[in-house]
């Protein structure tokens, strides 16, 4: 079967078919670095990730990009409210360039902690503002602009089809929204370029032909996808609260400008959920990937935990399931090693795995395979040539695991001997407990099948 994507704008699963024969264009949205990825966030780049290496198992060269975004993203999808980086800025006492600087660069280490491959291009906003300045007066000619006191707006209304990504209502919407100074025409519209409050200096401004300010969130995307993937490529990602507006935007741009939808399929992973809703950075409530590690959790544990549920589907987060994620992950490596190298892949299983993972990215599915392989009779050179295979599109580095040995002193074991009484009785708040009293002595717990592994902090 060929692989098949299920396609937000069109609505279906269509069979995938790349536009140009030297390679697949994949252009995924970033993250605004105002503060740390949580995550949810990072749940989006794992289904990413696994999209990429199931277009290379199927024999493509990828060229990826990702964006960095470090200004022009407002508090409000409205356009009104001051711009994420002035905010953190404020909030850590830093430079809106120094927390870009910080922040892109925790969001590069979870990156590679999570084993995501690398992107073929990183691009900034800010080192990309030429770019947006030239799209925007492009859509200045061709009649897609106004004017208000605060900025220059895309007007929507030039366009019948706009918002059919998310198939808005557009008569349901509000019209005449306010700004921050001034009226946009139209509830969907949206700002290309952000005046600087009259006197006074932002940190973050460039002169334009329109006064000096900064560019809209949505514009860096259009103008830099165009630049290094061109203005019709194959694939565009993100997480699916970008459909609404800030991927809506990106096509009504490129609409405007070139005369496509920007890209021939749409992907958008679903929401990360806790029990209170999802999680988001907004709130100041999040989980990071390092408070993960904190605790004892290998961040491919969280990767395996990412995998076990489709991506257009909601994904519960709990320490619990994260737990069992941990242990199902450290079995899968320690038979992994127990089997001997030398051996050849299984055709019929890797055929089914390939299945699972060209139909839409079902990764439950495939790693369902993955354990009919390791419960089987085949021989075990067999299976570990055969989890080679799988591990291309999982990601999980089986090749590269080696088991600790680490000497525990007593004082250490005891402790870990009262939490497992604990984890038994299902005290989780009393084994909370003694897992950071754990960490504070300088050791993590891992938990599995065969029961909780000590080892020391980093």
């Known amino acids: 079967?060929?692989?098949?994507?299920?396609?937000?704008?069109?609505?279906?699963?269509?069979?995938?078919?790349?536009?140009?024969?030297?390679?697949?264009?994949?252009?995924?949205?970033g993250p605004t670095v105002y503060d740390h990825a949580h995550i949810g966030n990072l749940r989006t780049y794992v289904f990413e990730d696994v999209l990429r290496r199931a277009l290379v198992q199927n024999g493509y060269t990828v060229r990826h990009v990702v964006n960095i975004t470090d200004v022009g993203h407002l508090v409000s999808d409205a356009d009104d409210g001051e711009d994420k980086m002035e905010k953190g800025s404020r909030r850590t006492g830093e430079s809106a360039w120094a927390i870009a600087e910080r922040y892109t660069a925790a969001f590069q280490h979870d990156w590679r902690a999570l084993n995501l491959l690398e992107p073929t291009i990183w691009c900034r906003a800010t080192d990309h503002i030429a770019e947006q300045i030239d799209f925007i007066a492009e859509l200045e000619r061709n009649g897609y602009t106004y004017r208000t006191a605060d900025g220059i707006y895309?007007?929507?209304?030039?366009?019948?089809?706009?918002?059919?990504?998310?198939r808005l209502d557009i008569t349901g919407l509000q019209a005449g929204k306010r700004v921050a100074v001034g009226?946009?025409?139209?509830?969907?519209?949206?700002?290309?370029?952000?005046?600087?409050?009259?006197g006074s200096t932002r940190q973050m401004e460039w002169e334009s032909p329109w006064g000096v300010g900064f560019p809209g969130w949505h514009i860096e995307c259009s103008a830099m996808s165009a630049k290094y993937l061109g203005p019709w490529f194959d694939i565009h990602c993100g997480g699916e609260d970008h459909i609404a507006v800030h991927h809506s935007n990106e096509i009504a741009q490129t609409q405007a400008r070139h005369g496509t939808r920007l890209a021939n399929f749409w992907l958008h992973g679903h929401f990360l959920?806790?029990?209170?809703?999802?999680?988001?950075?907004?709130?100041?409530?999040?989980?990071?990937?390092?408070?993960?590690?904190?605790?004892?959790?290998?961040?491919?544990?969280?990767?395996?935990?990412?995998?076990?549920?489709?991506?257009?589907?909601?994904?519960?987060f709990n320490m619990?399931?994260?737990?069992?994620?941990q242990a199902a992950l450290d079995r899968l490596r320690k038979v992994y090693r127990q089997w001997p190298e030398g051996g050849a892949p299984?055709?019929?299983?890797?055929?089914?795995?390939?299945?699972?993972?060209?139909?839409?990215?079902?990764?439950?599915r495939a790693l369902a395979v993955l354990w009919d392989v390791v419960r089987s009779d085949l021989p075990a050179a067999t299976r570990r040539a055969t989890l080679d295979c799988f591990d291309r599109v999982l990601g999980l580095r089986l090749a590269d695991w080696r088991e600790d040995v680490v000497t525990i002193p007593a004082g250490i074991a005891l402790l870990a001997t009262q939490r497992d009484g604990a984890r038994a009785a299902k005290n989780w708040r009393e084994a909370d407990r003694l897992r950071e009293q754990l960490r504070v002595e300088g050791w993590r717990v891992e938990d599995s099948a065969e029961?909780?592994?000590?080892r020391p902090l980093d």
């Open 1 to 29: 079967m060929p692989l098949a994507l299920y396609d937000t704008w069109s609505r279906t699963l269509r069979p995938f078919t790349p536009l140009r024969p030297d390679y697949v264009g994949l252009y995924g949205c």
């Open 154 to 166: 895309f007007d929507t209304a030039r366009q019948d089809d706009y918002g059919y990504l998310a």
């Open 183 to 198: 009226d946009k025409r139209r509830a969907t519209d949206f700002a290309l370029w952000k005046f600087s409050p009259p």
């Open 273 to 316: 959920m806790l029990d209170a809703g999802k999680m988001a950075k907004s709130g100041g409530d999040f989980v990071r990937l390092q408070t993960l590690i904190e605790r004892g959790v290998d961040p491919l544990a969280y990767r395996y935990l990412c995998l076990g549920a489709h991506y257009r589907s909601s994904l519960r």
């Open 320 to 325: 619990e399931a994260l737990d069992a994620a």
């Open 346 to 364: 299984d055709a019929e299983a890797v055929a089914r795995f390939n299945a699972e993972v060209d139909q839409d990215l079902n990764l439950p």
């Open 451 to 454: 029961g909780q592994v000590l």
